[in-house]
């Protein structure tokens, strides 16, 4: 049975916009201003990635404050969004106070809301801090057969926009993107799901002028081009440029009623099951044995340091069969996952030409002496196309036992090559990693 291990919300909702005839915004619901306040809508925050459901009907009385340039970085940092927007405003009257709130919309469906997920939120007003106050709120879906669990979450801060001059008004945050990573019975791997991010480019209602702005946008993909991440789904609604993994553009006159939301959608699994094989194999208090080595270099240690970069290659003639490697635990342990990365991944030349494990005998011991299987157990291995990035090796992981939710007691494992997949060049054959994963 599918069940949840954590549901996060998704990024990052700019000014929101109520309007009747808006199909691609959702409802916030108002803040009630005090008297003599007036009300605006900031840019927002983290929503349901996908699915966002619209309502209008929200009044807001306008400011004399005026709305002249946007400026919007985003960097996608693994599973967050570090989000820093710039307004400059000019107030020709005299000084206006105003509420700004910025809305989070959080699906609670499967997972309470962590305010964690929300860090070093803060309002500069003319480079001076402004004090926010956090309020959650219920939300009711319009749609009849909609059974998620939302509220609201608005970060709300009362300004005075002082008068006959410009301003700038700057927000930032790091918030979690939506997605929904799962476990289940079958394998032993957490399944991580698709990660999205929006960020909706409608104006705050009340701000003067801002229905037509100048915008500088920025967004900094680094982080994901280092994980290997697949780009899914990504819309950025004007011209802009790429250089490598950085996506600028700066637009003049822009209608933001009228452009559709920015949306990134991503996957990082590769990366994210990589991370989970080197944080759970066990590793701790490990005796490691080999029939040879080709030279200090490839060292049996390199097996188990959780470094595909650095290989054990055995050292006899031809190309190994015969050959083992022998892992002890310092007491007996719960197995339910062992994979290899067979041969030297460190490039796609050095891939090819060392021979690669095809076939090997497994043999499992519950104490010094007594086996689990007399004979061991037989396996065959794929020939894997070469796909290796060191923070994403996880499409280079050959899977051998995989026994979910159960698992086998083990003290000492046991691999023999049998058969190889011939090299290009050498004879050597090598194996980078060896990942047992289970419960001590």
């Known amino acids: 049975m599918l069940s949840p291990i954590t549901r996060m919300r998704v990024g990052l909702l700019s000014e929101v916009a109520f309007s009747a005839i808006v199909l691609v915004v959702l409802l916030f619901g108002s803040i009630i201003a005090p008297p003599g306040q007036k009300a605006v809508f900031g840019n927002g925050g983290p929503i349901d990635g996908g699915h966002i459901e619209f309502a209008g009907g929200i009044r807001i009385k306008d400011t004399s404050a005026e709305l002249l340039h946007e400026k919007l970085d985003v960097q996608i940092i693994d599973d967050s969004a570090k989000v820093r927007i710039i307004y400059t405003l000019t107030n020709p009257g005299s000084a206006v106070e105003v509420e700004y709130g910025f809305p989070f919309l959080l699906d609670q469906t499967d997972t309470n809301f962590d305010e964690s997920e929300i860090r070093n939120f803060r309002i500069l007003l003319n480079g001076r801090p402004q004090s926010v ?58 399944g991580f799901g698709t990660r999205s ?118 050292g006899v003639p031809g190309i190994g069969k015969g050959q083992w490697i022998e892992i002890e635990f310092p007491q007996e342990v719960s197995i339910a996952y062992i994979g290899i990365i067979a041969g030297v991944p460190n490039s796609k030349q050095l891939y090819i030409a060392n021979p690669r494990i095809r076939r090997l005998r497994l043999l499992e011991k519950r104490s010094s002496t007594e086996l689990i299987e007399e004979s061991g157990t037989e396996y065959s291995l794929r020939d894997l196309d070469y796909n290796f990035t060191p923070e994403a090796f996880f499409p280079m992981v050959s899977e051998l036992v995989d026994k979910g939710d159960s698992f086998n007691k083990s003290k000492t494992i046991r691999f023999e090559i049998l058969d190889v997949f011939p090299g290009s060049e050498y004879e050597d054959t090598c194996i980078a990693e060896i990942f047992t994963l289970g419960r001590n």
């Open 133 to 190: 106050e956090s309020i959650k709120r219920p939300f009711t879906s319009r749609i009849e057969d909609d059974h998620k669990l939302r509220k609201l979450y608005w970060k709300i801060s009362n300004l005075t926009i002082p008068g006959h001059k410009k301003s700038t008004l700057e927000i930032s945050y790091t918030a979690r993107n939506y997605y929904s990573d799962f476990g289940v019975s079958k394998t032993f791997l957490p």
């Open 197 to 314: 991010f929006q960020y909706d480019l409608s104006p705050a209602r009340g701000w003067k002028g801002s229905e037509h702005i100048d915008l500088n946008f920025r967004l900094d993909l680094s982080d994901l081009s280092r994980q290997n991440a697949s780009i899914r789904s990504l819309i950025i609604p004007f011209p802009y440029e790429r250089k490598g993994s950085v996506i600028t553009a700066q637009v003049q006159n822009l209608n933001i009623n009228s452009a559709l939301p920015l949306t990134l959608e991503y996957e990082n699994s590769n990366y994210k099951l990589s991370e989970f094989f080197k944080e759970t194999a066990l590793r701790s208090g490990v005796t490691i044995r080999v029939s040879s080595q080709l030279g200090p270099d490839y060292g049996a240690e390199n097996l188990i340091d959780g470094n595909p970069r650095t290989v054990w290659c055995e």
